[in-house]
């Protein structure tokens, strides 16, 4: 999994890129087809730190995380919880789509009952 950080209004300090690389080393064991991530630490105003994680999956489209908070640490750590939950989400997801596949098409087409015979029961 290649990490990509990005610091927008403020300097990427290498405590908070060691904190960042601590985090998301262990988000292969929620889902193992992340293939970038792409963090994204900005300032918007004083003490108003904001932390955005995009994860680039294998099938689909990328995952988002925000988060906002006066800490920039505690803003980090909340967007990974929220990416967290979004790979769970999204492995639960191809999971049921993969076991179902083969169901549908085992299934016989249900029956077809015309209305003229309803009809011709009820008089």
């Known amino acids: 999994m290649n990490v990509r950080i990005e610091g927008r209004h403020l300097k990427v300090t290498p405590a908070l890129q060691e904190h960042v690389h601590k985090k998301v080393d262990n988000l292969d064991k929620y889902f193992d087809g992340v293939q970038d991530l792409h963090v994204i630490l900005s300032l ?7 932390a955005e994680i995009v ?3 294998v099938r689909g489209q990328p995952l988002v995380a925000q988060a906002a908070h006066e800490d920039m640490y505690l803003a980090i750590d909340e967007a990974v919880h929220k990416i967290r939950e979004h790979l769970k989400k999204f492995k639960e997801r191809m999971r049921t789509r993969k076991r179902n596949s083969g169901r549908l098409a085992q299934q016989p087409p249900a029956p077809v009952v015309s ?3 309803e009809d011709d029961e009820e008089a």
């Not at 918007?44 to 904001?50: G, L, M, N, R, T």
Request: glycine share 0%; charged share 45%; aromatic share 0%.
């Open 44 to 50: 918007k105003e004083p003490k108003h730190h904001a």
């Open 115 to 117: 209305e003229e015979v």
């Open 55 to 57: 994860a680039e999956v």
